[in-house]
């Protein structure tokens, strides 16, 4: 079953939602086989940004030491011409595939976000540009705050 | 050469403190600039205006002590004496007050669930959003003049040192010496005013940890709650006094809140 | 209107906003705190040593600083044979900051709080510097007898050795049993834990 | 606070258009569980357009790592006053939410 056809299944407040809904957003495909991937790798060989060699005109802004793993703050530019996407994967997560940003004509590739780590763990970011692939990594120490109680 | 290595060391120790405090300062900047807050206010305004309780009316004319309904600067000069109650009120306090008079509703029913959860804020959650938002720019400065105002410093001043419970802490044993922290986290010595000051002007505030806003109330609940103290009631005289003497701490500081906290 | 009168008034007014006694405060938390959980409300009462530390602002007196250690090391009950248990159990105890609140189930097995204040394994970046660092504890002193027995004393109830430490009195208190506070021990001892490396 | 209000403000700045969109979500993993000890089911959002002016500028597709509540920050080139910014969302329940802005 392909996902939209088992969003349309998913009851009463899907299809309400369905109804109110721009078509763009309802056909909005999410990949569900780079989302469940569990290793870095699957996940972007899934979302079809297979690994790229390190690029210093993708640079990530974050900070190195996040007090809590609950919210991490993280800023993705890339300053190569004709960016078209940017993923990011959180290697030691779980499901380590966190966003795919798909920007078209109008948008800079450039997001922040908050994001969830489990532990101390590389984010790697790989940005597409007319066919070709960047790649930027950063280490991000989660701590242990507060009195723990 | 063994000193010198000895030397080289310490220097790069102190170095990797220093850019620990720098990343963490970072991380606190960065979680600040993209916080929902700012969601807590919006929800708190809608409530603010949804008539409720017995009476079926609104908060609209709550006299926070700028008159009824008037909002601007209300909560930068909280705690403050109010003559119709005959008592020091702080934000939350006066709040249940107007919720209790205005609305009608029993305290009982309004202090149900003054704290929340990451699934349901409470209504004083997101009320004290909205209206310590309305006071933005404000200097604070909570009531200083009427005695009882002044008896409430002196009590909050009082807790502030009193030795007890099973761990035998004051707040001073964490909030009382410059340069400590727990964990990573810097303590603020919150009896002097250059350290009061950044933290009064930005609570309430989003907490990252626990994806949730908190409240004042719910500030001084938490710490006797790690004290290993029994509970404060909400809105005793006990809690808005120990609000009045970390306010007044920080008085003609402008509200920046409501602020976003680890 | 007589004199007196006008001064008892003047008086009145002062009294009226002049610091609250520890005394006065306890009322007040009597009043004004209610019992939750574990935390009941005989904790709002101050035994000798919180009033003397409240009153002094934690600086009482070299000589009453001195007999209330005295007092204090009194309470300290040693267990028989080894002070030294499993650094590893202690590690993980020094890491977890619950214990003792109303939040906590009673009963149930206390963490130690240690790195909310102190530095004990250098690999743990997050610590705290309420207290002194600890890191390296045993490498310098050993884990003699002595030692041993002073650590132990130390964390069954620090205010033996300064009477109005802010460091809780671990076993005093009840949070932490003889076996626990030997882990610990060890873990500021062992030469194989993490504190020594 | 389950799925709810957004807000959006989106400023003109030096030669783009910077949009900040806070978003009221859960973003539940599936992997947390409540007071009770049950697991919370997962519910995230999965996919989130920005619109300029009616036109698709950005598309992007989130997992449950995104932190709850969530904030994003974005640029458009250049923009200007009054461009009319919508910002949508769809998460796995298929659950949806937008909110409107004019650029200041």
Known sequence: MNALRRRLLQGAAALAAAALTPLAALAATWNKEAFGAKSAGEALKNIGAPDAAPSGDVVIDAPEIAENGAVVPIEITSNVPGTRSIVMVIEKNPFPLTAKFDFLEGALPYVKVNVKMGETSDIRVIAEANGKRYAATKNIKVTIGGCGG | MRALL????????????????????????????????????????????????????????????????????????????????????????????????????????????????????SEMEYLS???????????????????????????????????????????????????????????????????????????????????????????????????????????SEATVAMNMYLAVNARGEPYRGPGTKR | ?????????????????????????????????????????????????????????????????????????????????????????????????????????????????????????????????????LAGFGKKRGNGADVQKYVYAKIYNAKAYNACSQMPRLGYAGTLSEEQIKDLTALLLDPASPVNQ | MAAGPMKMRANLGQGFTDIRVLMTHPMETGQRKDSEGKLVPMHFIQNLTVKVNGKTVIEAQTSQAVSRNPVFSFRLKGGAKGDKIEVSWLDNKGETNKTEAAVA
Not at chain 2, 24 to 30: A, L, R, S, W
Not at chain 2, 70 to 81: E, I
Not at chain 2, 85 to 110: F, N
Not at chain 3, 30 to 51: E, I, K, N, S
């Open chain 3, 1 to 133: 209107m007589s004199r007196l009168f006008l001064l008892s008034l003047v008086f009145l007014a002062a009294k009226a906003t002049a610091e609250p006694s520890a005394n006065d405060v306890t009322k007040v938390l009597q009043r004004d705190f209610h019992p939750r959980g574990q935390a009941t409300m005989d904790r709002v009462v101050q035994d000798g040593l919180q009033r003397v530390c409240t009153e002094t602002h934690d600086k009482p007196p070299a000589d009453v600083a001195k007999a209330l250690e005295a007092d204090q090391m009194k309470t300290v009950v040693y267990p028989q044979g080894s002070l030294m248990g499993d650094w590893k159990r202690g590690e993980k105890m020094a890491q977890d900051g619950r214990g003792s609140m109303w939040s906590d189930k009673a009963g149930a097995p206390a963490g130690a709080s240690c790195y909310n204040c102190h530095q004990l394994s250098p690999k743990e970046m997050s610590y705290g510097t309420i207290g002194p660092s």
């Open chain 2, 129 to 235: 959003a909205y209206v310590a938002g309305q006071s933005r720019g404000v200097k604070m400065a909570p009531g200083t003049s009427h005695p009882k105002e002044k008896e409430a410093y002196a009590l909050g001043r009082a807790l502030f040192f009193h030795r007890a419970g099973a761990w035998d802490f004051s707040c001073a044993s964490c909030h009382g010496e410059e340069g400590k922290r727990i964990r990573m986290q810097d303590l603020p010595v919150l009896s002097e005013a250059k350290y009061a000051r950044p933290v009064m002007s930005t609570w309430p505030a989003y907490r990252v940890s626990n994806s949730q806003f908190k409240t004042m109330q719910w500030r001084i609940n938490d710490c006797y709650r790690q004290m290993r103290m029994p509970e404060p009631s909400f809105a």
């Open chain 2, 6 to 121: 000895v030397g080289l060391l310490a220097v790069s120790f102190a170095a990797s403190a220093q850019d620990a405090k720098k990343e963490i300062q970072k991380y606190q900047q960065m979680i600040a600039s993209g916080s929902p807050a700012e969601l807590f206010e919006l929800e708190g305004e809608t409530l603010w205006k949804k008539p409720q309780g017995p009476r079926n009316v609104s908060l609209d004319k709550c006299d926070l002590g700028k008159g009824p309904g008037v909002l601007k600067g209300a909560y930068a000069a909280l705690p403050r004496y109010f003559k119709d109650a005959e008592r020091v009120m702080d934000l939350e306090t006066r709040l249940l007050y107007c919720m209790t008079t205005l609305q009608g509703r029993s305290r009982e029913e309004a202090t149900k669930r003054v704290f929340g959860n990451e699934n349901e804020p």
